[in-house]
Nanobody
């Protein structure tokens, strides 16, 4: 059974950093492009960042460019999101997704991890 398990969320002050992780099992991780998304209550889930199967290409939402970095370790079936200079508007539930291609739809979702940015 396919599983994507996020971790690393929590409470951080504005300007702080967090590193999210997503461990994947039950599917061939190296065959999927991966992505991070976030959602706040009352709003649609939005794409934050995505990465190709090999990690050679990444893409970011304008709102996080220069502050967030997506990466992956295919040997560990793991996806990461390094988040620096966090702002209050970054607070959300963050989800990882395994995608049908770099620009394709999400095939599998994780359960999400909460990120709270507050002083």
């Amino acid at each position: 059974q396919e599983q994507l398990v996020e971790s690393g969320g929590g409470l951080v002050q504005p300007g702080g950093s967090l590193r999210l992780s997503c461990v994947v099992s039950g599917l061939s991780f190296v065959n999927y492009a991966m992505s991070w998304h976030r959602q706040v209550p009352g709003k649609e889930r939005e794409l934050v960042a995505r990465i190709t199967r090999t990690g050679d290409l990444t893409d970011y939402a304008d709102s996080v460019k220069g502050r967030f970095t997506i990466s992956r370790d295919n040997a560990k079936n793991s996806l990461y999101l390094q988040m620096n200079s966090l702002k209050s508007e970054d607070a959300a539930i963050y989800y990882c997704g395994a995608n049908y291609g770099f620009t394709g739809r999400v095939a599998y979702w994780g359960q999400g991890t909460q990120v709270t940015v507050s002083s």
